[in-house]
């Protein structure tokens, strides 16, 4: 499997190519590295599932390079239009109604009526959406429930030969996923915190509705209750490791307990978030018995980190290893 930088001329066109074809290409958005296919072929969706390892019920997010690029595909209504306006592009995806006869495969819902749509806020990312000309599902660039990539490297070692090309943009800048809300009901439904805070969020669409967690039927990627997580055992709010764990810290604390490694020195809840899967890669692949992490404030990014922490977690289908 080719691994292309983003300065080679010729990566955007065979990228490109490769999609148009119905094969799969890895590329980095700003939060982390997606596995594309194209959005409207049922057979290149379908090899989403099969290399991920992921259940067919569990929705895709559909990227497109501009809200102009979605009028054929969803109805989007004032609160949607206000949303796109303040926080595209970048790492917000809407749940928005499908149209009778869009063209995206049904895959993408998982049978459901609405379609989890976005514009990421990456020049790679969105350069390949236009060369492409079609919209491009791309759910995150990792064996499903594992670790999310935030650099070319996580994604050759979750997935390696599974899927066909990797497009090299360096590291990820937001480092976890995109804030998913649900605005297909009368109040809009936060679904899944991410890379946009719910703070600023309420401050355009007012209250959110909290529905994070639906391990039955989700309505969006991420709401699996076991999902990014590392082979080892993972413990919450530690204040200290045993021998056999490795320490994750977060600010003074972190230094004072003298923790393997540290998601922020300085206590800086984006600095946290975008070191957050590159570092529970790195410890996870030091052979650690387990991990425990140190706790982090639950505001702002710190509700997205911890949201991602305690489904890390979480206990795990024990027929299927993971669950996500």
Same mark, same amino acid.
């Given at each position: 499997?080719?691994?292309?930088?983003?300065?080679?001329?010729?990566?955007?066109?065979?990228?490109?190519?490769?999609?148009?074809?119905?094969?799969?290409?890895?590329?980095?958005?700003?939060?982390?590295?997606?596995?594309?296919?194209?959005?409207?072929?049922?057979?290149?969706?379908?090899?989403?599932?099969? /290399?991920?390892?992921? @259940?067919?019920?569990?929705? #895709?997010?559909?990227?497109?390079?501009?809200?102009? *690029? +979605?009028? $054929? %595909? !969803?109805?989007?209504?004032?609160?949607?239009?206000?949303?796109? /306006?303040?926080?595209? @592009?970048?790492?917000?995806? #809407?749940?928005?109604?499908?149209?009778?006869?869009? *063209? +995206?495969? $049904? %895959? !993408?819902?998982?049978?459901?009526?609405?379609?989890?749509?976005?514009?990421?806020?990456? @020049?790679?990312?969105?350069? #390949?959406?236009?060369?492409?000309?079609?919209?491009?599902?791309?759910?995150?660039?990792?064996?499903?429930?594992?670790?999310?990539?935030?650099?070319?490297?996580?994604?050759?070692?979750?997935?390696?030969?599974?899927?066909?090309?990797?497009?090299?943009?360096?590291?990820?800048?937001?480092?976890?996923?995109?804030?998913?809300?649900?605005?297909?009901?009368?109040?809009?439904?936060?679904?899944?915190?991410?890379?946009?805070?719910?703070?600023?969020?309420?401050?355009?669409?007012?209250?959110?509705?909290?529905?994070?967690?639906?391990?039955?039927?989700?309505?969006?990627?991420?709401?699996?209750?076991?999902?990014?997580?590392?082979?080892?055992?993972?413990?919450?709010?530690?204040?200290?490791?045993?021998?056999?764990?490795?320490?994750?810290?977060?600010?003074?604390?972190?230094?004072?307990?003298?923790?393997?490694?540290?998601?922020?020195?300085?206590?800086?809840?984006?600095?946290?978030?975008?070191?957050?899967?590159?570092?529970?890669?790195?410890?996870?692949?030091?052979?650690?018995?387990?991990?425990?992490?140190?706790?982090?404030?639950?505001?702002?990014?710190?509700?997205?980190?911890?949201?991602?922490?305690?489904?890390?977690?979480?206990?795990?289908?024990?027929?299927?290893?993971?669950?996500?």
């Amino acid at each position: 499997m080719p691994v292309i930088p983003f300065s080679d001329p010729t990566a955007l066109r065979v990228a490109a190519g490769i999609l148009r074809s119905g094969s799969l290409v890895a590329f980095p958005t700003e939060t982390v590295y997606g596995l594309g296919a194209d959005a409207t072929q049922d057979r290149a969706v379908a090899r989403i599932y099969e /290399a991920k390892g992921r @259940p067919s019920f569990n929705p #895709l997010i559909c990227h497109v390079p501009d809200p102009e *690029s +979605l009028v $054929p %595909l !969803v109805h989007c209504d004032e609160r949607a239009r206000l949303a796109m /306006a303040a926080f595209w @592009p970048g790492p917000l995806t #809407l749940v928005l109604p499908r149209r009778e006869g869009c *063209s +995206l495969s $049904p %895959l !993408v819902s998982a049978g459901l009526p609405s379609v989890a749509v976005r514009v990421p806020d990456h @020049p790679l990312a969105l350069a #390949l959406l236009r060369e492409c000309g079609r919209p491009i599902a791309a759910p995150s660039a990792n064996r499903s429930g594992s670790i999310s990539p935030t650099l070319a490297a996580h994604v050759v070692a979750s997935l390696g030969d599974r899927i066909d090309m990797v497009l090299d943009g360096g590291a990820c800048g937001v480092g976890v996923e995109s804030t998913v809300v649900d605005l297909t009901g009368r109040q809009p439904a936060l679904l899944r915190p991410g890379g946009i805070s719910r703070e600023r969020l309420e401050a355009v669409l007012g209250a959110l509705v909290w529905d994070v967690d639906n391990d039955v039927a989700p309505h969006s990627p991420g709401q699996l209750l076991s999902h990014y997580a590392p082979s080892c055992p993972v413990r919450l709010d530690a204040v200290s490791a045993s021998p056999e764990e490795a320490l994750l810290g977060f600010g003074a604390a972190g230094l004072t307990a003298g923790a393997t490694l540290n998601l922020s020195p300085s206590g800086d809840l984006v600095e946290a978030a975008a070191n957050l899967f590159a570092m529970l890669f790195k410890l996870d692949a030091a052979g650690w018995a387990g991990i425990a992490v140190m706790p982090i404030p639950d505001h702002g990014l710190g509700l997205a980190i911890n949201d991602r922490l305690r489904r890390a977690a979480a206990p795990r289908d024990p027929r299927q290893g993971f669950i996500g």
